[in-house]
């Protein structure tokens, strides 16, 4: 079982959707990043997260750490918002990230 | 304040070619952590390292695998004798400092390789 599991692998949605994506982690973490990929693009960073809620124009991430859940929400989606959405924690013991597989966002006109 | 900064952003090589990757880290950045993308799967850490010092290479593969970082100069990964399963994006980020002291990691482009 992989240490940072996302739900869904893959979504579409249509343009103006409220788009949910999930991460479970099995790890003691000091924070949780959530990133996007363009395809065959680079990595940009959209949250840190070590408790409660952030918010950056139309995204909204949430984590629950005595749950060890954290969810990524678009609101009024649009089809630049198609990527790679990637979950990674950050463990106590360690700088490095473990990275989910990543949930393939869709959206379309 | 330019980004990081990774080139080339593409690389051929034939297989047993050395292939050399540079990351710049952000101005004022002195920690550096090198990722791998196989294609179709997820990123996986590789190395961490701190100007002149390898932190944690617990991820980088026992063999043709090396990454520095001088005091002088970007970081280097390099990778000898390159296969075909080598192909893949690697990417390098940096932090002004361990991130356990909630500093953000900020990624470069990548560095994409292919092994022919």
């Known amino acids: 079982k992989n240490e940072v599991e996302q739900s869904p692998q893959n979504l579409t949605a249509q343009e103006g959707e409220f788009i949910t994506i999930n991460c479970s982690y099995s790890?003691?973490?000091?924070?949780l990043h959530w990133l996007q990929q363009h395809p065959g693009g680079g990595i940009v960073s959209l949250f840190m997260?070590?408790?409660g809620k952030k918010k950056h124009g139309r995204l909204i991430a949430t984590i629950n750490i005595q749950e060890k859940h954290s969810s990524l929400h678009i609101t009024a989606s649009h089809p630049r918002d198609s990527a790679v959405y990637i979950c990674a924690v950050r463990s106590y013991n360690t700088d490095k990230l473990i990275f989910g597989t990543g949930t393939r966002l869709q959206v379309f006109p | 304040n330019a980004g990081v900064m990774q080139n080339p952003r593409h690389l051929v090589r034939r297989r047993g070619q050395e292939a050399r990757l540079r990351c710049s880290p952000m101005?004022?950045?002195?920690?550096v952590y090198w990722y791998r993308q196989l294609p179709e799967e997820g990123l996986k850490f590789m190395v961490y390292l701190q100007k002149e010092n390898i932190i944690d290479e617990s991820g980088m593969p026992k063999e043709r695998f090396s990454a520095e970082f001088p005091k002088e100069g970007p970081s280097i990964l390099r990778i000898q004798q390159v296969v075909r399963g080598d192909s893949a994006a690697y990417f390098c980020?940096?932090?002004?400092?361990?991130?356990?002291?909630?500093?953000?990691?900020?990624f470069g482009p990548g560095t994409r390789l292919t092994v022919t």
């Open positions: 790890v003691g973490i000091s924070a």
């Open positions: 101005k004022g950045h002195s920690h």
């Open positions: 997260l070590s408790s």
């Open positions: 980020a940096s932090s002004p400092g361990r991130t356990g002291g909630s500093y953000e990691q900020y």
